[in-house]
């Protein structure tokens, strides 16, 4: 397929809702439903005077700060208990539970806690991220390789060795899907935990828009997140496409054979 | 070749001890179910001697080299490598496993693979680059070296599992079936680059194999498992002369008369034939 043909196809449908919104919305008279016309007009005005530094920079570098932190707890913590039966028999019922609780809740217990400044909202979404990470870690650890594991024995890598070019190198398919999943999570958590109690950021200015009644803006916030969490996920996609190529070419040679 | 070749002249035929395997027996332990893979072996393997061991399939071979590696424990019995008890893998030692492909790191390039465990040795890097290439070009995978493994056929992962043991110059080289996915003529030339290390190198190699006439072309001893669970059915010396070539040896009368017995042999142990004890 030429990449022509590819990128069409690709933004085919993104196009047809656009088309349909815009159709749909054209001739709106209702406050709550603004034609995309008028919201799109906003949309400059709205974000890049100002606001884009003043707002959309700090959720940025929260989540960033919260979802790097999950990111390394996560691997640490499930190298760790992936690699230790014992760990794993004493852990896993406990992780599970904390598992299951939905990170949102933590807002107000956090609030408590570490008051309403950025600690605050940088671990709620660690709280949150972090399970993802863990878990998959935890599985791509212990789904290593039987005698990958033995020939590395043999050859007696050391500790460090081992680590880095067996148990992470290994784990790293898991490690990126669970990573992939605590992205989407880290911009959902970024958001609520802004529109509890802050002074700044996106989900900050979608709820000051909402109160104020000035809904094309609010419009466009969403809008904002949108694109966000999509330049966020080809970021994504690019270091992961680099690191695990190795993987890429490795299920497509099982695949044809 | 311009090393002068350690042939079994320079090698004193009562060799010490460089393993010695005592009432080795292995069990798994599954759930609810036991096997008794290796009941009883003991033999000794001279240093610089080339061993190879054959018995039907499921007779405990990759078992024995396994508890032999140090990969794992024995039920009861011992290993002594060096005049020291084996309870894990011993410095100096190099495996090829059976199951070739899955013993190379996918995320490495070929020579990646071969250099990671010199470079866990602390050879010079210099000296490392050396060894890769040699090894590399001695099973003819020069051309390959920054393939990633699963470009490459299974003979040719073979091959590179190969040339990470070869260039790692152990003392004791384990190879585990290593050629069994090769074709006839890369095989014949791998079983002349194991011949030819083994000389130069003077390491002592214990290889598995199914292929009879493998076993007496390369070893200057078989060892012939019973099937599982297994014993030693016979011990058989390779009175061959040191020179070999595939074509001279295996043309010599001796070697039909050797091929011929352990042949017998292999077809008792399949039978569930053992010795009488
Ligand atoms: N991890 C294990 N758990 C339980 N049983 C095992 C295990 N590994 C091997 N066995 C059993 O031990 C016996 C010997 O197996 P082993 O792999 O050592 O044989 P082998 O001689 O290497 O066979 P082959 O020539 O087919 O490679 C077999 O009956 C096998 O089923
Ligand atoms: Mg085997």
């Avoid at chain 2, 035929?13 to 395997?21: G, S």
């Avoid at chain 2, 609810?32 to 405990?60: N, Y």
Wanted: charged share 20%; net charge positive.
């Amino acid at each position: 397929m030429d990449a022509g043909r590819k990128i069409l196809l690709l933004l085919a449908v993104p196009v047809l809702l656009i088309a349909a919104w815009w159709a749909a919305t054209a001739g709106s008279t209702n406050f709550f439903w603004p034609p995309l016309a008028q919201i799109a007009g906003t949309f400059g005005e709205t974000w890049f005077t100002g606001r884009f530094t003043a707002d959309v920079l700090p959720s940025l570098a929260r989540l960033l700060v919260g979802y790097l932190a999950a990111v390394v707890l996560g691997v640490g913590l499930g190298t760790a208990i992936g690699s230790s039966r014992t760990l794993r028999g004493l852990l896993e019922p406990v992780l599970e539970f904390f598992r299951a609780i939905p990170s949102p809740v933590l807002v107000p217990i956090l609030m408590l806690f570490a008051g309403i400044g950025n600690e605050m909202k940088v671990l709620v979404i660690v709280s949150g991220c972090v399970w993802p990470v863990l878990l998959n870690t935890v599985e791509g650890v212990r789904a290593l390789d039987e005698v990958l594991r033995d020939t590395a024995r043999c050859y007696r890598l050391r500790r460090r060795s081992r680590l880095i070019h067996l148990v992470l190198r290994g784990a790293s398919p898991q490690i990126a899907a669970g990573a992939r999943q605590a992205l989407s999570i880290g911009i959902i958590l970024m958001v609520i935990s802004e529109m509890f109690a802050a002074s700044n950021g996106v989900g900050f200015t979608i709820i000051q828009f909402q109160r104020s009644f000035a809904i094309p803006q609010m419009w466009t916030g969403i809008i904002m997140l949108g694109l966000i969490g999509i330049v966020l996920s080809l970021i994504f996609r690019v270091v992961e496409a680099r690191l695990l190529s190795w993987y890429t070419g490795l299920r497509m040679s099982q695949r044809e054979g | 070749m311009t090393t002068t070749p350690i042939g079994a002249a320079a090698r004193p035929e009562t060799a010490t001890a460089m393993l010695d395997v005592r009432g080795l027996k292995k069990v798994y332990e599954g759930r609810g179910r036991t096997v008794e893979a290796v009941r009883d072996l003991t033999f000794t393997v001279g240093s610089g001697e080339l061993v190879c061991i054959v018995g039907p399939s499921g007779a405990g071979k990759t078992t024995l080299l396994r508890c032999i590696a140090g990969l794992l424990d024995c039920t009861s019995g011992e290993v002594v490598l060096e005049g020291e008890k084996v309870t894990g893998p011993p410095p100096g030692m190099a495996v090829v496993f059976q199951e070739y492909g899955r013993s190379l790191f996918p995320w490495m390039t070929v020579r990646q693979n071969v250099e990671l465990p010199l470079k866990e040795k602390k050879v010079p890097k210099a000296e490392r680059r050396r060894l890769v290439q040699e090894a590399l070009e001695a099973v003819g995978l020069s051309e390959a070296q920054d393939a990633h493994p699963f470009q490459l056929s299974g003979g040719m992962q073979q091959r590179v599992a190969i040339a990470r043991a070869v260039a790692y110059e152990p003392h004791l080289l384990l190879m585990d079936e290593p050629f069994a996915a090769v074709d006839a003529q890369t095989r014949a030339d791998l079983e002349d680059l194991v011949r030819s290390l083994w000389k130069r190198l003077g390491v002592t190699v214990l290889f598995v194999t199914h292929d009879i006439d493998e076993a007496v072309y390369l070893g200057r001893r078989v060892i012939v498992l019973s099937s599982s669970p297994t014993v030693v059915l016979e011990e058989v010396t390779v009175d061959l002369p040191d020179e070999r070539d595939q074509l001279t040896t295996r043309s010599l009368p001796r070697f039909a008369e050797l091929r011929g017995h352990v042949y017998e042999l292999v077809q008792q142990a399949k039978s569930g034939h053992r010795p009488a004890s």
